[in-house]
T-cell receptor
Framework: KNQVEQSPQSLIILEGKNCTLQ??????????LRWYKQDTGRGPVSLTI?????NTKSNGRYTATLDADTKQSSLHITASQLSDSASYIC????????????FGTGTRLTVIP | DAGITQSPRHKVTETGTPVTLRCHQTENHRYMYWYRQDPGHGLRLIHY???????DKGEVSDGYSVSRSKTEDFLLTLESATSSQTSVYFC?????????????FGEGSRLTVL
């Protein structure tokens, strides 16, 4: 069964600290994995995409990693800011089909001053 | 920002009444999706469309119907709203389904069924 699991469900960190969010998946055949950021009251927005051949990709203070062998991805946030407070959703795409997207339930990150 | 507009953004209705949510896009993308988002469940697919008049069910389609008569519009209808359909509904569009097929989401429609 195609599933995506994220951990932790929620996280509170001090401003300026780093944190790492986890995503484990069983989607097969795998195409790509995206991390989305969803601010409160807004729709999700893509942060980064990881394809099968990519191990690490950075987008500013966000760094995503992918281990296709263990089917795990992480999103590392460096020097957190108050604006990083949001939900982070991992979405894995299978190779084929219009309905080929599998969603994690998200990690709710709160950055406090 | 991708041109996606959802309407209404907020609606309160009573059990048993029909409700229609509209998603309008200006990107000419082929694929359109309706999701609902609930605490503890994340985003769950209700229905999706892969072209004009081409639609299919998602994992939580019971009690919902959709229509797509034009590329730019995708309507979600609750024939007889129930309290369990209280949720935030998101429309999303996608140009293609491959690796570069990013989902672009609307701002959401918050529906409360009393």
């Amino acid at each position: 069964k195609n599933q995506v699991e994220q951990s932790p469900q929620s996280l509170i960190i001090l401003e300026g600290k780093n944190c790492t969010l986890q995503c484990n998946y069983t989607v097969s055949p795998f195409s790509n994995l995206r991390w989305y950021k969803q601010d409160t009251g807004r729709g999700p927005v893509s942060l980064t995409i990881m394809t099968f051949s990519e191990n690490t990709k950075s987008n500013g203070r966000y760094t995503a990693t992918l281990d296709a062998d263990t089917k795990q991805s992480s999103l590392h946030i460096t020097a957190s800011q108050l604006s990083d407070s949001a939900s982070y959703i991992c979405v894995v795409s299978a190779l084929t089909g219009a309905n080929n997207l599998f969603f994690g339930t998200g990690t709710r990150l709160t950055v406090i001053p | 920002d991708a041109g996606i507009t959802q309407s209404p953004r907020h609606k309160v209705t009573e059990t048993g009444t029909p409700v229609t949510l509209r998603c309008h896009q200006t990107e000419n993308h082929r694929y359109m999706y309706w999701y609902r988002q609930d605490p503890g469940h994340g985003l769950r697919l209700i229905h999706y469309s892969y072209g004009v008049k081409d639609t299919d069910k998602g994992e939580v389609s019971d009690g919902y119907s959709v229509s797509r008569s034009k590329t730019e519009d995708f309507l979600l209808t609750l024939e007889s709203a129930t309290s369990s359909q209280t949720s935030v509904y998101f429309c999303a569009i996608r140009e293609r389904t491959g690796a570069t097929g990013e989902l672009f989401f609307g701002e959401g429609s918050r529906l409360t069924v009393l």
